[in-house]
């Protein structure tokens, strides 16, 4: 069972930057990836990592601003945010799956069986 730890977060004026870190461990993934949660929204893709391209996939409102990175181990990831304005303001949440994922099924979030707690990002002047 793939148990996911994050850590990060917190509450940044807007244009500041926050780094989100994800640690697996309890078995392997082939993909990891975050998701956020504004209150009243549905969950969203913001990136996600599959280990077997090499790269990481990001949602339209990311690209430019966060970059998601991971360990050679392929245990962590860490999502860099930058220029965050007050739309960022969500729970953001760690997600990872051991089984296969197809392209179309990354920005899903019924594709990811493991979930971290979930670590609240909070903008505002």
């Known amino acids: 069972q793939v148990q996911l730890l994050e850590s990060g977060g917190g509450m940044v004026q807007p244009g500041e930057s926050l780094r989100l870190s994800c640690v697996a461990s309890g078995g392997s993934t082939t993909a990891m990836g975050w998701f956020r949660q504004a209150p009243g929204k549905e969950r969203e893709l913001v990136g996600t990592?599959?280990?077997?391209?090499?790269?990481?996939y990001y949602a339209t409102f990311a690209k430019g601003r966060f970059t998601i990175s991971r360990d050679n181990a392929k245990t962590t990831v860490t999502l860099q945010m930058n220029s965050l304005n007050v739309e960022d303001t969500a729970n953001y949440y760690c997600?990872?799956?051991?089984?296969?994922?197809?392209?179309?099924?990354?920005?899903?979030?019924?594709?990811?069986?493991?979930w971290g707690q979930g670590t609240e990002v909070t903008v505002s002047s």
């Open positions: 990592y599959r280990w077997r391209d090499g790269k990481p």
């Open positions: 997600a990872a799956t051991s089984g296969g994922i197809i392209t179309s099924q990354l920005a899903d979030p019924t594709s990811y069986p493991y």
